[in-house]
Structures are given as C-alpha cells and as structure tokens.
C-alpha cells in the first residue's frame, strides 16, 4: 500500500498561548510530511483566536461558535482528507518522531486502529511519567480491546489512531451534551467497528496534567459527569452478545460513581447538600441502570455501591472519610 496519510484534529478553547504553541509546533515539527493539521478555535473569547489564524499558511482552521469538544471533533472530522484520524488536545504534545513510527506500523499491515502508549507531563514536556500501559507490544484482539474498554482502561481517545471511515456515523449515535469523559463514547464506537488493533508501546502522546485542582468542577458537575457511561453502556451491551464482557464495566462503572459518591460527601458544605447530590447521583439513569443489572463481583465494591442505592448515607460518609485519609481523594 502506499504510505499512511494522517489528519491530526485539535479543538482548541481559550489554551494559554505557551502550551498551545507548544502543542502546535509539536505536530509541525514531526519528521513526516503526508499529514493535515486541522485546529477547530471552538468559541475562545481571549487571544487564542488571533494565535490560532498565525498558523494559518500550515493548517486548516475553522471558527465556531463555543459547542463543546465533541462538535468540535466532528466539525474537523468533516474536513478531513486523510487515511487516519487523530484526535490531540490543545495543551498536550506529540513526541518526535510519532507518525513516522505509527506510519511504519501501518506499512506492515493495514491495521483498523493503532493504539499507543501516552505519559503525562506538568511543564517540560521531556519530564513525562507514569507510563500506561495495558497491553502486550502487537496485534490485539478485538476481544482483549473490548476487555479493556469495559475496565476503562483505554477509554481515551487521544491514544488511538483511526481510519477515517470509521467515524462515519458518529455524529448520529454520540451525545453531543457531554462536557467531560467524552473520550469513552466514542472510543466506544470506533472500537465495536473495527477488527484489526495493534498497540505500540512507544509513547506518541504527553498528557498535560492539570495545574493545580481541578476547581472549574462543581459538586453538581461531579454528579452528572457519571453520564458519560451511559451511551457506552449502551453501544456495547444494546446487543446481547456481548454480555460477556459485563463483569468487567460493571466493575468499573459502580467505583467510577462510589467514587463520585466520596467526593460528594467530603466536599458538601451542609448535610441537606449532600444528600440533594447522593439522591440525584442515586437517581442518574445509569446507576439505576446498573441497579437493575447487577453483576457478581468483589464484596467491597458492591458493598459500597449498596450503600449509595439503599441510602445509607451515613455509612457512605464514614466510608469516603476512611478511603480518603488511606488514598487522598483528589479535591475538585
């Protein structure tokens, strides 16, 4: 076949100028020429707009007005011109030498969907760490991928490389509302049409870690932010032959919401707010989704995520307070 061409889409909202320059020249610098760079400016109300128009004589640019990272991935999917398809934060960046080594995977077979090792960095972009890594080195089966995408071990978007056909019809399935944990919707979908994976374990991709906490978070936020199960849940399970792989984002999915649940309860400033929140987490359609499909697993979890179903919100707190003076909960 001939050599790989790569569409690289960045959806871009009010990034400090450092990092998005950063994150730019990263793709610019890469030692491979069949690629586009489409950078989607999704509504920035600062500088990032006039930053974003310099670049103009290198990459494709689209204006819109502020719709979210999904709109924004489609938005650039729907100019895209090239065999593969990845999808790279506005703050992060992307190893030397990166589609040059994916480009060289594809040469020995045509696979669906590479997907790669990333490290996450605060500042320097060489003083990367906390390598992830779930896989051995080669082709994966569609059934170990599926695995993983259940424990939410491969969820992220960013570490995936895809053929452009296979975004075809997203747009109809994914829940454009979404504003966190987007990612795993449509990992979801990319992965249940493809059949050939290879996982690379060089690192592509560096994480830009978050300054501080993450106060741009609201209790209220937190809640709702365990819908982004909901359609995954949905896409995978809607076909009952994939019951198989349950056990495992049952798993996952009731410590994503106890988890939740604990942060509620240490960082609510009255009780009456607490329990407002734990009903309405309680009260989210996946959770009482899951409630009615329950699935054999280990004691603790299920423990706690009874607690939460049968309101038992005192020993819920007395559970969040244990669990972070042993693990400290990251503070919203």
Do not use: W
């Amino acid at each position: 076949m001939s050599k790989p061409s790569f569409s690289i889409i960045m959806p871009i909202y009010n990034t400090e100028e450092k990092y998005l320059r950063a994150a730019i020249d990263s793709v610019l610098k890469q030692d491979y020429p069949d690629y586009e760079l489409i950078l989607v400016d999704d509504g920035s109300n600062d500088e990032t707009a006039l930053i974003v128009d310099e670049y103009g004589n290198h990459c494709t640019i689209i204006h819109q007005a502020n719709a979210g990272q999904i709109i924004s991935r489609l938005n650039g999917l729907k100019v895209a011109k090239n065999d593969y398809v990845l999808f790279f934060d506005s703050d992060d960046y992307l190893f030397a030498g990166s589609l040059k080594r994916i480009a060289g995977i594809i040469d020995n077979k045509d696979y669906d969907i590479i997907t790669y090792d990333y490290a996450r960095f605060k500042d320097d972009p060489y003083d990367y760490f906390s390598k992830q890594q779930f896989f051995q080195k080669g082709e994966i089966g569609k059934d170990e991928m599926l695995k993983q995408l259940c424990l939410l071990h491969t969820n992220s978007i960013n570490n995936k490389i895809a053929k452009r056909e296979l975004f075809d019809g997203m747009e109809k399935i994914v829940d454009n509302s979404l504003r966190n944990g987007e990612d795993f919707q449509q990992s979801t979908y990319l992965i249940i049409k493809a059949k050939t994976f290879y996982y690379d374990d060089g690192i592509v991709e560096l994480y830009r870690l978050p300054i501080g906490h993450r106060s741009y978070y609201s209790l209220e936020k937190l809640v709702l932010d365990v819908a982004f199960l909901q359609k995954p849940y949905e896409m995978i399970f809607g076909n009952k032959d994939n019951d198989k792989y349950y056990q495992y984002f049952y798993l996952a999915a009731i410590n994503c919401i106890t988890y939740n649940a604990f942060r509620v309860c240490l960082f609510s400033k009255s009780k009456e707010e607490k329990t407002a929140l734990l009903d309405k987490l309680r009260n989210m359609p996946i959770t009482k989704t899951l409630n009615n499909r329950k699935e054999k697993t280990s004691i603790l979890s299920s423990y706690l995520f009874n607690l939460l179903i049968d309101r038992h919100y005192f020993l819920l707190n007395l559970a969040a307070i244990a669990y972070n003076i042993i693990f400290k909960l990251e503070k919203i």
